[in-house]
């Protein structure tokens, strides 16, 4: 089965909150049962500069998101240091929209003058989606509006999946990379299983070779590399994936597994 293609520059996404505001059944972040949390800003900056520092201040894209990241008081401080260390390459937020109309004009002078694209899922809820175009025209922001399809990606709890070919046919691995902590993970599931175990009370293990240490891995085309190999964490997942009808989380197991 052939592997995911290797992007020639880096893809990378920010949890720049952990919990949401939402709180989607299912959520392939797990974000429903996360406790509130909100990415340490000094943090981030040490690891987007190691990581600027490995690329060459080239991405292929940063995608900050969550959670809901409108939900980060100190969001337009990170765009800022984001485009700072990547004056080359695409940077969005990806939101639920539900607190664009909300935010103060700094931040969508930031958004403007850092050359942010926010992108906007559209959720069968009430929101005012005229309303926030037109502030984004008003302050000259890119509004990118995105289709949701929701899909029920099941956790195999006694970890039995072929991790080579889960990766093979994943739509996420390789495409969904996340950094948190100084670690790269290829996908969010890596990234974020962690509150599903704390929840439900598992075990599904995260260990080094589930992710990169940014601070060891000194060579980025290793690591663009490394992010097209499966891992051994995916055969906790279960390829059977189905459509469903959207919901509010009730945090019940039965919405992952």
Known sequence: ???TKKHSKIVMGFHVTEHCNLNCAGCDNFSPLAEPEFIDIAEFKRDIERMAFLFHNE???ISL???EPLLHPGLPEIIEIARKNFPVGKIEIITNGTLLLRQ???FWEVCRDNNVIISMTHYPISIDVEGITSVAEKFGVKMNYLVHEFLKEPVNLSGSGNFRRNFAICTRGNDCVMLGHGRLYTCTFASNVHHFNKKFGKNIPVTEADYIDIYKE????????KLTEPIPL???C????????WSVSKKDISEWA
Do not use: Q
């Open 1 to 3: 089965l052939p592997l």
């Open 59 to 61: 991405c292929e894209r």
């Open 65 to 67: 998101l969550g959670g």
């Open 104 to 106: 103060e004009v700094r």
């Open 218 to 225: 000194n060579d980025p085309e290793a690591i663009l590399r």
């Open 234 to 236: 995916c055969r906790f």
């Open 238 to 245: 279960d390829m059977n994936i189905k459509r469903v009808k």
